[in-house]
T-cell receptor, first 115, second 110 residues
Framework: DSGVTQTPKHLITATGQRVTLRCSPRSGDLSVYWYQQSLDQGLQFLIQ???????AKGNILERFSAQQFPDLHSELNLSSLELGDSALYFC??????????????FGPGTRLTVL | LAKTTQPISMDSYEGQEVNITCSHNNIATNDYITWYQQFPSQGPRFIIQGYKTKVTNEVASLFIPADRKSSTLSLPRVSLSDTAVYYCLVGDGGANNLFFGTGTRLTVIP
């Protein structure tokens, strides 16, 4: 158990819908990362937050957004869902934001299925 | 942006030493090299991290040459439970993207 929690574990929805994925980092970790993993794209970095502020942005679509709240939990919002958004979404946390690149602790993931 | 290249797959017999190499030709000065292990339907798990030369912990060693354009993860005496995908990650955790490599699928054969 990494100490990172993600809810829900599974999510099934229809195209065009909007969903919210939730992540609670390890106690004391200020940095949260979101990743998408699909069969054809591998593990893709989406976005990073540190203490409530966006710090790094990866291959995140405009239909996706995220935020980190004062209690440090984070939410990833996916809207106008398409079939291709079906994937495992991982959240990870670490203590710091910058160099040296700190160890990330990954949650169990949320499996999103878009029908 | 430092991207990485790894072999897609490797096979090894139990008890052998396995070396997985990652190429990162445009690694930046502030970048560290980190390796993760991932089992199916689980999040990646940290194995080891280094900046230069050699780093060793209880599960693996990481060798980084002076030019830092590549790195090698060494797993001593692998067992069946080491069958997983291994990712090489290069970045400073800051403004740059955090690129996972293509991953190397290691299969340990009895």
């Amino acid at each position: 158990d990494s100490g990172v929690t993600q809810t829900p574990k599974h999510l099934i929805t229809a195209t065009g819908q909007r969903v919210t994925l939730r992540c609670s980092p390890r106690s004391g970790d200020l940095s949260v990362y979101w990743y998408q993993q699909s069969l054809d794209q591998g593990l893709q970095f989406l976005i990073q937050y540190y203490n409530g502020e966006e710090r790094a942005k990866g291959n995140i679509l405009e239909r996706f957004s995220a935020q980190q709240f004062p209690d440090l939990h984070s939410e990833l919002n996916l809207s106008s869902l398409e079939l291709g958004d079906s994937a495992l979404y991982f959240c990870a946390s670490s203590q710091r934001q910058g160099a040296p690149h700190n160890e990330q602790f990954f949650g169990p993931g949320t499996r999103l299925t878009v029908l | 942006l430092a991207k990485t290249t790894q072999p897609i797959s490797m096979d090894s017999y139990e008890g052998q030493e396995v070396n997985i190499t990652c190429s990162h030709n445009n690694i930046a000065t502030n970048d560290y090299i980190t390796w993760y292990q991932q089992f199916p339907s689980q999040g990646p798990r940290f194995i080891i991290q280094g900046y230069k030369t050699k780093v060793t912990n209880e599960v693996a060693s990481l060798f980084i040459p002076a030019d830092r354009k590549s790195s090698t993860l060494s797993l001593p005496r692998v067992s069946l439970s080491d069958t997983a995908v291994y990712y090489c990650l290069v970045g400073d955790g800051g403004a740059n993207n955090l690129f996972f490599g293509t991953g190397t699928r290691l299969t340990v054969i009895p």
